[in-house]
């Protein structure tokens, strides 16, 4: 089965600084989908930023933008402009186009905003 | 944007008895949805995948007759735990997608918080 690691457990930024956060998985598929989730403390998972692996091009959602290596298997978040409703956990996830399409994710990151 | 609502919010229960929890989507057909489990400042771990009218899919480790999941309808999906003992206690989580093809991403439940006592 695929992996997904994200290095950093706790990551904290200024408020209004810009802040990246790691990922990197493990696949033998060419096509799939990774995505990054926001999990705030009601526990309810949000969907930030979606990217397909057969697009060369980093997707981007107003303030979030992702960096997409697909030769490296990395799929980093960059957060611009961080607010203090940035803080949460974060999840990265990757969907595979294979068997029953199942998604799994990475063990997050804590985002902490400083004001 | 899709809806999955996901019932009971917060659950709890004698040791030894069942109980079942419902994820609905309420706006899409949901082909395939999961079921998760996430223990307290952890990631979301899958237990099962299951298709529209087929029998789940259970990850390694993942007590099949103990996790009952049903996913009768395009709407519907349940998972009940049987027997339940203290160390079920925790916060489960189902997601729908209407397939691959159409949406990619997975809709989240609210999640469900089990105590078992």
């Known amino acids: 089965a695929q992996t997904v690691t994200q290095s950093q457990p706790e990551m904290s930024v200024q408020e209004a600084e810009t802040v990246t956060l790691s990922c990197t998985y493990d696949?033998?598929?060419?096509?799939?989908?990774l995505f990054w989730y926001k999990q705030p403390p009601s526990r309810q998972m949000i969907l930030v930023i979606r990217q397909e692996a057969y697009k060369q091009q980093n997707a981007t959602e107003n303030r979030f933008s992702v960096n997409f290596q697909k030769a490296a298997k990395s799929f980093s978040l960059k957060i611009s402009d961080s607010q203090l409703g940035d803080a949460a956990m974060y999840f990265c996830a990757y969907r595979s186009r294979e068997g029953n399409n199942d998604m799994r994710f990475g063990a997050g990151t804590r985002l902490t905003v400083k004001p | 944007g899709a809806v999955v609502s996901q019932h009971p919010s917060r659950v709890i229960c004698k040791s030894g008895t069942s109980v079942k929890i419902e994820c609905r989507s309420l706006d899409f057909q949901a082909t395939t949805m999961f079921w998760y489990r996430q223990f307290p400042k952890k990631s979301l771990m899958l237990m099962a995948t299951?298709?529209?009218?087929?029998?789940?899919?259970?990850e390694q480790g993942v007590e099949k007759d103990k996790f009952l999941i049903n996913h009768a309808s395009l709407t519907l999906s349940t998972l009940t735990v049987t027997s339940a003992h203290p160390e079920d206690s925790s916060f489960y989580i189902c997601?729908?997608?209407?397939?691959?093809?159409?949406?990619?991403?997975?809709?989240f439940g609210q999640g469900t918080r089990l105590t078992v006592v």
């Open positions: 299951s298709n529209e009218g087929s029998k789940a899919t259970y």
């Open positions: 997601s729908a997608s209407s397939g691959w093809s159409r949406r990619t991403e997975a809709f």
């Open positions: 696949t033998s598929e060419s096509d799939y989908y």
